[in-house]
């Protein structure tokens, strides 16, 4: 056993003496028999492992980058979708005037707000992965009343799965972060714009860095900020819409086809250039296309029509842009600077005079007796608020603000945008809207099934449309139906005793949306329908809108040549005069104004595209077709013809119209029947003429070739009993100067035989 432990020693000497211990043990034997390994690396194999330690750090990094910046990254086209919205605020929160202009310091405060609101919503939601923001388009309501917001969610399809029920569901919980304010769950709307994608998609495959257009119109139109940073100095407000008049669905592609406009605008051949490509380049935000105003777009075809390229000729056609007028569907943007262009021209005593002479009413809207928000009264210094119309009390001083309080019209949003107190547009058909302290309402038929006897309602409804009809100045009802609203957001009102021979109207509810709708047929004629008065009895001698609304001007290229009368919507009687001796251009009739060089929001203007000469011998009328019809307003209607064949000793209260010589302003001159022998020493007379004599010894006025020889019949309104054959100019101060007509009595046959063949 000695021996051994001897050898034992001996070994573990040789052992270490034949492999030296080195500072790291190479192994451990445990006490628990477990074997550990605990050897470190030699200096050898340090720097290798270091640098492979150091390229996995670095692709562990580079793939959380990769992680966190796909997160962040926004959706490539057809991984987004848009959605817009609206709910109203019916505690908390009331709509002021100042929310309607995106320019005031109101709109932007609240505006940023709902949107923080909306954002805290959303993003702490289970809808947080998928949303990307929100943007606050607009504000709707009545003067204090609930507050309307529009508003667009977007969201990316690629983190999540989302669609309008799982939207509405969030939006029908209830948000903390609205503060004070509450929404109405029942008034929350929402829809998918489906086209986006379609729409991105179609703009990228056909941009290019030459000027292009698209054809044909989508249905759906989509509102998104305003990002030509070289319009912002024109912009009146943060959203437009696309697709534009060019066919281009996005900024992108507005920005490929900037520079031939630029150069448009760089050739300073139009003064509002810059303005007027703004305008079609960046439309406003709205659910139909908004394009600037014919006028407008004519002013800037003189200038610029030489220097378009062949792209912009056909898309810039002035004949498909609207006309200023009070219809929503004929809505359009006026040239700017309407009230400084009267100045320049010499008619600053126009400004603020009571009479509108700008069609957005600037001249009128920015004077001290119009306060901002208020309703301008037709022809006078006097403003209103909203919230005076149909209350009961005459605030305007011809009581316009108490008239149209039961009408017709398409839609609500229309009348909403109204900045004069009249219902300017006699709408023939459309929903019927009562009006009552500034809040327009749909006539709600709910309550028939449980008013009126099954039986007789379509005689109810009948004997209502008929009335109605009647008030508007139509003579017949086409038809009286029940349809389904489909506007959101409508105020309704219901018939508290249908069957009542006066029937009144309350607010109510309408979950069904059923509402009534009529149509009315036959205008009637020659009224006056902005005068309380009948006949001559307060009628001055200078015209006010609406004393004349069948009188016509007759432009040649541009031009001021003769006038007309408006028999029907679309036919005006003129004299062949007017014609001769005139080469082949573009006429021009004008209706609904009484100041040359104005330009109100009720003028219309429409193409002339066809004449017609009378038959009858002697007679030089001839029937003038327009491209299309007149819209009937209070300031544009048609003039009665002759019943029958009355004595030209019978005509009474006669009257012509002319223009004064200094300030193109309409006026009438007091007719009085004379001698054919005193017209015959100045003129040719036929069996077809009427000689008259003036009243008056003024002669501060001229009539134009085809001015209008007007009288009263038996029912107190005016009809059309002669026409001009040539321009009757003054003499001088005292002289009497026999006028000459051209009687109608004799052509009434051939007139309405004539409208109706075509």
């Known amino acids: 056993m000695e021996n051994n432990n001897n050898i034992n020693k001996v070994m573990a000497k040789w052992e270490q003496a034949k492999y030296p211990r080195s500072e790291t043990p190479s192994s451990i034997l445990s006490s628990d028999s477990d074997i550990r390994f605990t050897r470190k690396f030699g200096g050898q194999y340090r720097c290798p492992c270091y640098c492979a330690a150091a390229l996995i750090l670095v692709m562990l990094a580079a793939v959380s980058c990769l992680y966190i910046i796909y997160q962040n990254l926004p959706p490539e086209s057809g991984q987004q979708k848009t959605y817009l919205g609206a709910f109203r605020i019916s505690e908390g929160d009331n709509y002021k005037g100042e929310l309607a202009d995106p320019e005031t310091t109101l709109f932007s405060r609240t505006a940023n707000n709902y949107r923080e609101s909306l954002n805290l919503w959303l993003r702490r939601s289970r809808l947080r992965p998928a949303f990307l923001g929100s943007d606050i388009l607009a504000f709707d309501g009545q003067e204090n009343e609930d507050l309307v ?132 380049l960046q439309p406003p ?69 009571g009479v509108p002479d700008c069609p957005d009413l600037s001249d009128e809207t920015s004077c001290n007796h119009c306060p901002a928000g208020s309703l301008h009264c037709t022809s006078s210094k006097t403003c209103v608020q909203r919230h005076s119309l149909c209350d009961g009390n005459m605030d305007c001083p011809d009581g316009s603000d108490e008239r149209g309080c039961l009408s017709l019209a398409p839609n609500l949003n229309g009348l909403k945008k109204l900045r004069s107190v009249q219902a300017m547009h006699y709408f023939p058909q459309g929903n019927v809207i009562f009006i009552e302290k500034g809040l327009h309402g749909k006539v709600c038929t709910e309550n028939l099934n449980d008013s009126i006897p099954t039986g007789n309602q379509g005689i109810v409804l009948n004997t209502i449309g008929t009335s109605l009809c009647k008030d508007l100045s139509f003579s017949k009802v086409k038809s009286v139906k029940i349809e389904k609203d489909k506007e959101i957001d409508s105020i309704y009102v219901k018939m508290a ?173 007091e007719l009085k029947l004379s001698n054919m022998e005193q017209c015959s020493n100045i003129s040719i007379t036929t069996v077809n003429s009427i000689c008259t004599n003036s009243f008056s010894q003024d002669c501060s006025g001229e009539e134009l070739a085809g001015s209008p020889m007007l009288c009263l019949n038996s029912d107190q309104r005016w009809m059309l009993t002669g026409v001009s054959n040539w321009r009757i100019a003054c003499s001088k101060v005292g002289d009497q100067r026999p006028r000459l007509y051209d009687q109608i009595t004799s052509n009434v046959d051939w007139v309405q035989s004539t409208i109706k063949s075509y």
């Not at 004519?298 to 610029?304: L, N």
């Not at 400084?340 to 021209?345: G, M, N, P, Y």
């Not at 709708?517 to 005068?531: D, K, P």
């Not at 330009?599 to 066809?610: D, I, M």
């Open 497 to 669: 005793d249908p069957a009542a021979s006066e029937i009144s109207f309350i607010p109510t509810h309408c979950p069904s949306k059923q509402i009534l709708s009529v149509e009315c047929t036959n205008l009637e004629c020659g009224l006056q329908s902005v005068r309380t008065a009948k006949g001559i009895e307060g009628l001055r001698k200078v015209a006010s809108p609406g004393d004349w609304p069948w009188h016509i001007a007759l432009f040649k290229s541009g031009t001021h040549i003769c006038d007309g009368t408006l028999v029907e919507l679309d036919w005006v009687i003129t004299t062949a005069s007017c014609f001769q001796g005139q080469s082949k251009a573009e006429w021009i009739a004008r209706g609904g104004t009484t100041r040359l060089g104005s330009t109100p929001p009720w003028q219309q203007e429409r193409l002339v595209v066809g004449m017609v000469k009378s038959p009858v011998e002697g007679s030089t009328v001839v029937l003038v077709k327009l491209e299309r019809p007149f819209a009937p307003s209070d300031f544009v209607r048609p003039i009665c013809l002759p019943q029958s064949s009355p004595q030209t000793a019978s005509l009474e209260a006669c009257n012509s119209l002319g223009w004064t010589k200094n300030r193109t302003v309409l006026q009438r001159v």
């Open 149 to 280: 917001v529009h508003f667009t969610l977007r969201f990316s399809t690629r983190r999540m799965d989302v669609d309008v029920d799982s939207i509405m569901a969030v939006l029908a919980e209830g948000s903390p972060y609205l503060g004070n304010r509450t929404i109405d769950p029942k008034s929350i709307t929402l829809i998918e714009d489906n086209d986006v994608d379609k729409q991105n998609t179609s703009a990228e495959a056909t941009s290019t860095a030459e000027l292009t257009t698209t054809t044909g119109q989508p249905t759906m139109r989509t509102c998104s900020p305003m990002e030509l940073r070289y319009c912002q100095h024109t912009a009146t407000t943060n959203i437009t819409s696309y697709p534009n008049i060019m066919g281009h669905m996005k900024i992108d592609d507005v920005m490929a086809n900037v520079i031939a406009f630029r150069e448009l605008v760089d050739s300073e051949c139009y003064r509002l250039a810059y303005e007027f490509v703004c305008q079609i």
């Open 285 to 353: 935000c709205s659910e139909n296309l908004v394009l600037p105003c014919r006028s407008f777009c004519k002013e800037f075809w003189a200038g610029c029509g030489s220097r378009l390229p062949p792209p912009l000729v056909q898309a810039l056609n002035c004949s498909n842009f609207p006309e200023y007028s009070a219809e929503e569907e004929s809505h359009c943007l006026p040239k700017p600077g309407c009230s400084d262009d009267l100045e320049s021209r010499g008619l600053g005593s126009r400004l603020c005079d």
